[in-house]
């Protein structure tokens, strides 16, 4: 009897810690969206991406719904092997993550051209005379980081106020004003058109490792040359049919170890569409990278499709560069 009771009371010992491991190992699911969700607890819904971030564990999982996320995303936690932290889309939603805001508040300049303007406090490269990185003469104005796109078309920069013409934007750094010319030189608060403009440096950083990000679109970081708009640092990560477009320089930097990005697309990005360094064992297959280097970095010094440097063991596969 002594001996009977004994197993069974280990049986259920057992079962209990077994219970617990596999409950532990299931992980939360998460929703992030700016609009509140039906069927959905409110204790499982937050409003922001970052807001996520900070909450998730090891094997949690993040459902990011439709909408415009403006914000810097930094995920520091990190999952395991068998039970990665993932942030992914939701089905059939269009998840964009922006480094630019839309800017309504603007004044215009009179005379016949229609001409406004609006406060512009932002710098990104406070360290030369020109705010340009590279600081020679060639990339004066290529090696800016401003950005501005009216309806989801860019305007074109220009160094001085005197060359403003339609299609372009002029930013005063010293009155701390942006000024834009839109291309039919129409009104844009009658038209109600959407502008927008680049001004946060960095879209994500995923410093933690075992984290997979799928099906979300990342644009418009005001980032500088060799700085990716998007940083996979942390190791043993998974980038799944995300886009990285229209950043100022490069889409993104892979600087972790095994990383794996399946069907991808990189495009339409000022300098460069993703560099690698250090990224031992890096894996892309199925990716797209086109049409980078859209701002004329010198080829000579880093621009182009991609950069690879000081990485071991890395493989592209199936993937289409242009």
């Given at each position: 009897m002594k001996n009977r009771h004994f197993r069974r009371n280990v049986i259920t010992c057992l079962f209990i810690v077994g219970f617990s491991l596999y409950a532990d190992t299931e992980g939360r699911t998460w929703h992030v969206s700016q609009k509140r969700l039906t069927?959905?607890?409110?204790?499982?819904?937050?409003?922001?991406?970052?807001?996520?971030?900070?909450l998730v564990e090891s094997g949690d999982r993040v459902i990011v719904h439709n909408g415009i996320y403006r914000e810097t995303i930094v995920i520091e936690k990190s999952g395991r092997l068998d039970n990665p932290i993932t942030?992914?889309?939701?089905?059939?939603?269009?998840?964009?993550?922006?480094?630019?805001?839309?800017?309504?508040?603007?004044?215009?300049?009179?005379?016949?051209?229609?001409?406004?303007?609006?406060l512009w406090p932002h710098k990104f490269i406070t360290w030369n005379e020109h705010q340009t990185h590279p600081a020679d003469d060639y990339h004066r104005l290529i090696g800016r980081c401003e950005q501005v796109f009216i309806n989801g078309y860019a305007l074109r920069q220009v160094l001085d106020r005197d060359k403003l013409a339609r299609g372009t934007f002029f930013v005063d750094l010293d009155d701390k004003r942006l000024y834009i010319w839109n291309f039919d030189n129409q009104d844009i608060l009658e038209q109600k058109s959407t502008?927008?403009?680049?001004?946060?440096?960095?879209?994500?950083?995923?410093?933690?490792?075992?984290?997979?990000?799928?099906?979300?679109?990342?644009?418009?970081?005001?980032?500088?040359?060799?700085?990716?708009?998007?940083?996979?640092?942390?190791?043993?990560?998974?980038?799944?049919?995300?886009?990285?477009?229209?950043t100022n320089a490069s889409g993104a930097a892979f600087k972790g170890e095994d990383i794996t990005v399946r069907r991808c697309t990189f495009q339409h990005n000022g300098q460069l569409g993703f560099g690698a360094g250090r990224a031992h064992r890096l894996q892309m297959t199925g990716c797209t990278v086109r049409n980078n280097n859209i701002k004329g970095y010198n080829r000579g010094w880093e621009a182009g499709g991609n950069k690879i440097c000081l990485c071991r063991g890395v493989v592209l596969e199936n993937s289409t560069f242009i």
């Open positions: 069927g959905i607890k409110q204790e499982e819904q937050v409003r922001t991406i970052g807001e996520a971030a900070a942030f992914q889309a939701a089905v059939g939603a269009n998840v964009i993550v922006t480094g630019a805001d839309r800017i309504s508040k603007w004044t215009q300049i009179l005379g016949e051209d229609r001409i406004f303007s609006t502008v927008e403009a680049s001004v946060r440096d960095q879209i994500m950083a995923i410093k933690g490792d075992h984290v997979t990000i799928k099906g979300i679109r990342f644009r418009y970081a005001a980032n500088r040359a060799q700085h990716g708009a998007v940083e996979f640092s942390g190791h043993h990560l998974t980038i799944e049919d995300c886009l990285f477009e229209h």
